[in-house]
C-alpha cells in the first residue's frame, strides 16, 4: 500500500457493474486523490502500514459523489425566504443585480454556505452559473477562495447576458409607471467585452487550483446577442469547456422563442450558432416540444433537471420520461437557494422518480437506477469531469459513506431505491473529495462551525436590511407581473406543463 495512503474497509460498495440493490462489500483504496484499487472478500486483503489512514465501512453504503448539475450560490442567504411566486415575481427579490454589490465578508459567506450544505448531503461536485455583480475580479476571487478553502469540487461559470428584455415583456403593459418600468428594465451590456472578461480569467486563472474547473454560460438564449452566443461557442470550442444555459425554464420563454425566432424554436437557434453540441447541458428544459428532444439527443446536448425549483416557481413538470426514451443524457441540479430552499439531491432524485411516475399509468421503464445515474455519473458527464461520478480504480476520490444503520435503510431491501425514496441525506458520516476527508462523522473537516455560524449572522444582519429595502421597492411591480402572468396562462403555446393538466 502506498505510504498516506486511505483504506475504506467493509463497506458495501455501489461501483459499475455490481448488484444496484446488494452491493457486495469491498474494500477500497485511495492513493492521493484516487481510487487505487478494490477488492472483495475474495481478493487477498490490503496490508495497512504506519501511516496510513482507515475508514471502517461496516454497516455503511459507499457511493459516488453526488453531482448537482445547476447551480446558483449568489443567493445562498435567501433560502426559506418566498413561496407562492411566479417565476418573474421572484426573480425581482432574488436576482443579485437587484441587491447591488456586497460586502467581501457576504461574497465569502454565502458562497461557504452553499457548499457546506452541498458537503453534507453527499454533493461533492457543483456547477456554479454565477452571476458576478460587480463583474471584476475581486468578486470572482473571493468566491472561488472560498470554495478552495471548504474544499468541494467546484464547475465554475460567469453567467452573461447581454440583452436586457425580461422573457414575459411582451405581456406586459405598454404604459407602465415610470418606478415599474426601472425596476423590470435594465441596459444592454456589451458582449465583446463581457467575453473579453471571461477569457481574460480563463488566461489569468491557468491552471486553477485543484477542484476548481471552469465552464461557460450564456445566461439563456433569447438573453442573449447571436454575438454573444457565437463567443461563447468558439471560446468552448477553443478551451474545450463545458457550456451550460438557461434553456425552456418558463411558459415565457417558449412564447419568447415563437415569437424572435423565425421557426419558433430556441433548440434550433442555438444549432444556428453552435451551441448545440455534446459539450452543452441545458438546464430544465420543461417547455420543450418532441421535436427539440430528437434534437437534443442526436447532438449529444443534455438536460440537467431541477424537479423542485420547476414545482415551486410553478413552471411545471419537465418531459424527462420522453428525454428518456429519446436517448438524451440527463442530469439532476438544486437551482438556486432561494427557489429550492436547501442543496440536497436526495430530494432532485425522489422527485425524479416520482415524477415520472406520475407521467404516465403504465410503466415508464424509469427507475431508482436512473435517478441515481443522473446524480452521479450523468452530472460527470454533463460537467465534463469523465473522472468522477463512479467508484472504480483510477476514478477520483470523491465518494461518500452512508449509514445503514439509519432507519431510513432499515430494513435494508435496495440500496438505489433506499438512495432515492428513502434517505434524506441524514445518513451522510463521512465525504471524502479529491482523496481528502472533508467531512467526518456528519462534522466538516475544513470549516470550523462555530465560527462560521458568527460571520453569518454578522453579514445577515445588512442583507436584511438591503433585502427589507428590495422587498418595498418591488412592490409595486408585483401586480403588473401578476397581471402579464395571467395574461401568458390564457395563451395556447400547444403544451401545458403544470400538474393537474390545463
Not at 457565437?230 to 471560446?235: F, P, Q, R, T
Amino acid at each position: 500500500m502506498p505510504d498516506g495512503a486511505l483504506l475504506i474497509r467493509g463497506a458495501r460498495v455501489l461501483r459499475p457493474g455490481a448488484d444496484p440493490h446488494r452491493p457486495p462489500v469491498a474494500d477500497v483504496l485511495i492513493a492521493g486523490d484516487r481510487i487505487a484499487a478494490i477488492r472483495t472478500a475474495h481478493d487477498p486483503p490490503f496490508d495497512l502500514p504506519v501511516g496510513a489512514e482507515m475508514i471502517e465501512g461496516a454497516g455503511r453504503l459507499l457511493i459516488p459523489g453526488l453531482v448537482s448539475a445547476h447551480y446558483h450560490s449568489y443567493d445562498a442567504l435567501l433560502k426559506g425566504r418566498f413561496e407562492d411566486m411566479p417565476f418573474d415575481v421572484w426573480a425581482l427579490h432574488s436576482q443579485p443585480a437587484y441587491l447591488g454589490r456586497r460586502s467581501k465578508a457576504e461574497l465569502r459567506a454565502r458562497t461557504l454556505l452553499g457548499a457546506m450544505e452541498a458537503l453534507k448531503a453527499g454533493i461533492t461536485t457543483i456547477q456554479d452559473m454565477n452571476s458576478l455583480v460587480p463583474q471584476d475580479e475581486e468578486t470572482l476571487d473571493i468566491i472561488l477562495s472560498a470554495y478552495a478553502e471548504v474544499g468541494i469540487r467546484v464547475v465554475f461559470s460567469i453567467a452573461l447576458r447581454d440583452l436586457p428584455d425580461l422573457d414575459i415583456a411582451p405581456f406586459l403593459p405598454p404604459d407602465l409607471p415610470p418606478d415599474v418600468a426601472a425596476l423590470v428594465g435594465g441596459a444592454p451590456r456589451d458582449p465583446a467585452a463581457d467575453l473579453a472578461f471571461v477569457e481574460a480569467q480563463l488566461k489569468r486563472l491557468a491552471p486553477l487550483p485543484p477542484r476548481l474547473h471552469w465552464a461557460l454560460s450564456p445566461s439563456g438564449p433569447q438573453r442573449s446577442s447571436r454575438a454573444l452566443l457565437e463567443g461563447i461557442a468558439e471560446l468552448s470550442a477553443r478551451y474545450h469547456l463545458p457550456v451550460f444555459t438557461h434553456v425552456y425554464e418558463t411558459r415565457a420563454q417558449l412564447a419568447k422563442a415563437r415569437r424572435i425566432y423565425p421557426d419558433g424554436s430556441m433548440i434550433r437557434h442555438m444549432a444556428e450558432v453552435g451551441l448545440l453540441t455534446p459539450r452543452t447541458t441545458i438546464a430544465h428544459a420543461v417547455h420543450i416540444t418532441d421535436d427539440e428532444i430528437a434534437l437534443l439527443a442526436q447532438a449529444g446536448t443534455g438536460v440537467v433537471l431541477n424537479p423542485v425549483s420547476n414545482l415551486k416557481l410553478k413552471n411545471g413538470v419537465a418531459p424527462l420520461v420522453a428525454m428518456k426514451r429519446a436517448g438524451v443524457r440527463l442530469a439532476l441540479g438544486c437551482d438556486n437557494n432561494s427557489c429550492s430552499d436547501c442543496q440536497n439531491l436526495f430530494q432532485a432524485m425522489k422527485m425524479f422518480a416520482l415524477l415520472a411516475s406520475g407521467a404516465d399509468a403504465n410503466p415508464t421503464g424509469v427507475l431508482a437506477c436512473d435517478a441515481v445515474e443522473a446524480a452521479t455519473a450523468g452530472g460527470a458527464q454533463a460537467v465534463a469531469l469523465p473522472d468522477i461520478g463512479a467508484v472504480a480504480p483510477g476514478m477520483k476520490a470523491d465518494l461518500v459513506l452512508l449509514d445503514l444503520d439509519d432507519l431510513a435503510w432499515q430494513p435494508f431491501a435496495s440500496a438505489a431505491r433506499q438512495l432515492v425514496h428513502c434517505e434524506t441525506g441524514r445518513g451522510v458520516q463521512t465525504v471524502i473529495v479529491d482523496g481528502r476527508v472533508v467531512l467526518r462523522g456528519g462534522r466538516l473537516t475544513t470549516v470550523n462551525e462555530a465560527a462560521f455560524r458568527a460571520e453569518l449572522a454578522e453579514v445577515m444582519e445588512e442583507l436584511e436590511r438591503d433585502h427589507a429595502a428590495l422587498s418595498a421597492r418591488a412592490a409595486p411591480a408585483i401586480p403588473v407581473l401578476l397581471e402579464a402572468n395571467e395574461k401568458l396562462s390564457r395563451v395556447d403555446l400547444g403544451m401545458w406543463r403544470l400538474v393537474g393538466g390545463a
